[in-house]
């Protein structure tokens, strides 16, 4: 038996809308030609973009700092879920560096057991660092397609801003389910479509300024609150906030250009460190007269969830 758990704040309230009923059930082709030949989809690239914390740091750090938001979107989903059922068991699939493992334990609780997967060796790490002390909690490295009933039943289920990385985002929500106890939770956080549009418009041209390769990247668009629904193999409802970034200096901007961004679109055989000092230089010629001008430059974004109840 688990303890009592500490209060938690239920005044969460957001709107929820069902998904559109013919999306829910058609049958979905994956693996269209475009994700054959997307470096998003290029294991070396999801490495690279994972392989070290730096990046993913900076993604976060901008997110904390520069966010329109008026509250964080783990915030928002851990407190409506909380609305919803009290959770004993979560597994986290794709945890990254734990974002959503921080708000579990300020809203629900320490004695929920907590389980993280991912797949790349520094975010299990930086994960085993930041759980040491938490008796509720274990990491394992895996990865989202390997999911069986080895690792038990749950309360709740996450896959959060990382299904667009997955080649069979069907089979996978399908797995997750199955290993949601009856009355649980699954919850998958992700972005709307064409997110942060007006970067992606001077990447391209920064990389086409430089001649590289360049192949518009749909990637993060396959699992989007726009498109998500059609994955799920139940109904689904969704969550949807506006939000976007007000980046306050130049600076900041090409931080966050360099953390990934600069590398969508462009084969993974082009990623090298001259080729991003050059991406990133060409951006800031791109945006300088932008900053010069008005002091601040807004990227457009809206992100959300899906959530669904067993």
């Not at 990254?96 to 300020?106: F, H, K, L, M, S």
Request: charged share 20%.
């Amino acid at each position: 038996m688990l303890g009592q758990r500490k209060p938690c704040d239920f005044s969460a309230q957001p709107t929820i809308h069902p998904t559109e009923a013919g999306q829910r059930y058609g049958v979905v082709h994956q693996r269209s030609h475009y994700m054959n030949n997307d470096p998003f989809f290029d294991h070396k690239f999801v490495h690279e973009s994972y392989q070290t914390q730096d990046d993913l740091a900076i993604r976060i750090l901008s997110h904390q700092r520069y966010s329109l938001q008026t509250e964080n979107i783990f915030d928002a989903m851990t407190r409506h879920a909380l609305t919803i059922t009290h959770p004993q068991r979560i597994l986290d699939i794709g945890a990254g560096t734990g974002a959503w493992y921080q708000r579990i334990r300020r809203y629900a609780g320490d004695h929920c057991f907590y389980l993280a997967i991912d797949q790349s060796r520094a975010m299990v790490k930086q994960l085993e660092d930041n759980l040491l002390h938490d008796t509720q909690a274990l990491v394992r490295r895996g990865s989202a397609e390997n999911l069986n009933d080895e690792l038990g039943s749950f309360d709740w289920i996450g896959l959060h801003f990382m299904l667009y990385h997955v080649a069979d985002i069907r089979d996978v929500l399908s797995r997750a389910l199955k290993l949601l106890r009856p009355s649980g939770l699954l919850l998958c956080a992700t972005n709307g479509s064409n997110s942060y549009e007006e970067m992606m418009a001077r990447h391209q041209q920064a990389a086409r300024t430089l001649g590289l390769p360049y192949q518009p990247s749909h990637g993060i668009d396959r699992f989007s609150l726009k498109s998500g629904s059609r994955f799920f193999p139940v109904p689904v409802h969704k969550v949807e906030v506006p939000a976007g970034l007000l980046f306050p200096s130049i600076d900041s901007y090409l931080s966050y250009y360099g953390s990934g961004f600069c590398w969508q679109g462009i084969p993974s055989d082009s990623h090298t460190p001259e080729i991003k000092e050059q991406l990133i230089k060409t951006m800031a010629e791109l945006v300088r007269p932008h900053f010069e001008e008005r002091g601040a430059l807004k990227l457009s974004n809206t992100s959300g969830y899906f959530w669904t109840q067993k």
